[in-house]
């Protein structure tokens, strides 16, 4: 007797998809069953993540800070799950003391891009009246720290989207999900010191930090639930991490 698996015949619709955490978001929803659109700016690295795939993905290069190439690029869309994870930090400065460049990244990736994705493609979802939506939050849209407002300031942003949906979608049968992980091996201290490697690495060093497909088992786990069940909120530390600022290094 063979059981199919719980996302065949759904559409996943995954931003920031060419690494970390969207890349196995990618992977663990495709092992469930579903087609996947990938979205990100490195679409070569987008066309060699759907090589790797059971299925292979329709892939889209494409800035999610540009309103316009936006909308253009996801006509049409109207996915059963979709994933809003492009994101990023710039810097270590106090909030009065980052860049205009940095702020400007921050704020138009992590909320703006949500914003213009959302916009594209939800009036769809909302009108067929099923599917599910997650947010890629953070828990410092929770605890803010020391060298980060400015990022923390656009994940609490997204906290008050996640919650700002659930209201403004009433009814609508769309089920919202915001996931909140703390410290994540990926690219995102890379990027943050501007390609830096050893302070990136430093980041992680003596920990056990978590990975990206302990966050995609997140992200799997909320969208196969029940009809009836919607999973709000979850919150992931890895277990070395107390809060924001504490973490157990060896």
């Known amino acids: 007797m063979t059981t199919n698996p719980p996302l065949l015949g759904r559409?996943?619709?995954?931003?920031?998809?060419?690494?970390?955490?969207?890349?196995?978001?990618?992977q663990a929803l495709d092992a469930s069953g579903a087609s996947t659109v990938l979205l990100a700016r490195r679409e070569l690295?987008?066309?060699?993540?759907?090589?790797?795939?059971?299925?292979?993905?329709?892939?889209?290069?494409?800035?999610?800070r540009d309103a316009s190439a936006v909308s253009a690029a996801l006509a049409g869309q109207a996915p059963d799950i979709l994933?809003?994870?492009?994101?990023?930090?710039?810097?270590?400065?106090?909030?009065?003391?980052?860049?205009?460049?940095?702020?400007?990244?921050?704020?138009?990736t992590n909320v703006k891009g949500y914003l213009n994705v959302l916009r594209a493609v939800l009036p769809a979802m909302k009108e067929r009246g099923s599917g599910d939506v997650v947010l890629l939050g953070s828990?410092?849209?929770?605890?803010?720290?020391?060298?980060?407002?400015?990022?923390?300031?656009?994940?609490?942003?997204?906290?008050?989207?996640?919650?700002?949906?659930?209201?403004?979608?009433?009814?609508?049968?769309?089920?919202?999900?915001?996931?909140?992980?703390?410290?994540?091996?990926?690219?995102?201290?890379?990027?943050?010191?501007?390609?830096?490697?050893?302070r990136a690495k430093a980041v992680y060093a003596g920990t056990n930090p978590l990975y990206p497909a302990d966050v995609a088992d997140a992200i799997h786990y909320a969208v196969t639930r029940p009809a009836n069940v919607n999973i709000?909120?979850?919150?992931?530390?890895?277990?070395?991490?107390?809060s924001t600022t504490m973490c157990t290094r060896r």
């Open 45 to 64: 690295r987008l066309q060699e993540l759907s090589a790797s795939l059971e299925n292979p993905a329709e892939c889209i290069g494409l800035d999610v």
């Open 232 to 242: 709000g909120e979850m919150v992931l530390w890895s277990s070395d991490q107390a």
């Open 83 to 108: 994933v809003l994870n492009a994101g990023m930090a710039r810097g270590t400065s106090a909030a009065y003391q980052n860049s205009e460049d940095e702020v400007d990244d921050m704020v138009d």
């Open 139 to 198: 828990v410092a849209g929770r605890q803010v720290y020391p060298g980060g407002g400015v990022y923390c300031m656009t994940k609490y942003a997204v906290r008050a989207l996640y919650e700002s949906l659930r209201v403004d979608c009433f009814g609508s049968g769309l089920r919202f999900t915001t996931i909140d992980p703390g410290m994540v091996e990926t690219d995102f201290s890379l990027i943050r010191f501007k390609g830096d490697e050893a």
């Open 11 to 26: 559409k996943a619709l995954i931003t920031g998809a060419s690494a970390g955490i969207g890349s196995a978001t990618a």
